[in-house]
């Protein structure tokens, strides 16, 4: 794969991959010795192959890429979080994901695959809202050992106004009960001032690169924004 054509995106926009699409591979070892932790190891199809190839394609595109950190006079603690509701088309579990922002550099993200079903895109996204307010919660309590003070308060963004509105209402609505537990913890953060909770038009939710599959022009535009740059783009900025 090293001679192979580099592609801009990992993934294609316009496909979800399923564990019944494709017909079974041939060569099932050299698959699993490629993906090693893979969502679908048993009987992978062919199908899945070629996403893998893809994602190697990326790579090879990509090689010299990396983070590009700033320096800044001001800190602040700045979140992103997201979900894909139902895209699973084989169990319509959601993936969650965030990123989180030391001033303008990334400094943690992840993204996960939930095992329960959500039964609205609110409820997901909410979900994944805590998932956030957690990993915040966790690096304000960092930061504070290391002594490093940060200006205001921390801003988690999200997309999906229900969320927003929802974080600062302290009425428990039905629909939402069996979270609970995750509308407790934001609540409580957003109460005593930890948290200000804010909408972000759906456009500019760059932990979408987390979640699913984006277009070539969507994914350049966050990756930029996650300021994954090459040695090259550096070089030439420095001139």
Known sequence: MDQSKGTPTPMVSSYLLSALAGSPIG???????????????????????????RILRYLQATIDHGIHFTATSHLSLIGYSDASWGNDPDDRCLTSGFYIFLSRNPVSWGSKKQHVVS???????????????????????????????????????????STVVV???????????????????????????????????????????????????????????????????????RI
């Not at 979900?127 to 801003?155: C, D, I, M, P, Y």
Request: a positive charge; proline letters at 4%; glycine letters at 4%.
């Open 167 to 237: 974080s600062a209402n302290l009425i428990l609505h039905s629909k939402f009960k069996h979270i609970e537990l995750d509308l407790f913890f934001v609540r409580e953060n957003v109460t005593i001032g930890r948290l200000v909770v804010s909408h972000v038009p759906a456009q500019y939710q760059v932990v979408d690169v987390l979640t699913k599959p984006l277009s070539t022009g969507c994914f350049t535009k966050f990756k930029a924004q996650l300021k994954v740059v090459s040695k090259l783009e550096i070089l030439q900025s």
């Open 27 to 53: 060569n099932e070892s050299k698959y699993r010795s490629i993906v090693g932790v893979f969502q679908f190891m048993h009987k992978p199809p062919d199908v899945h192959f070629k996403a893998v190839k």
């Open 119 to 161: 039964r609205s895109s609110a409820e997901a996204k909410y979900r994944s809202l805590a998932h956030a307010a957690v990993e915040v919660t966790w690096l304000e309590s960092w930061l504070g050992e290391l002594h490093v003070q940060h200006t205001g308060k921390t801003t988690p963004w999200y997309d999906n106004s």
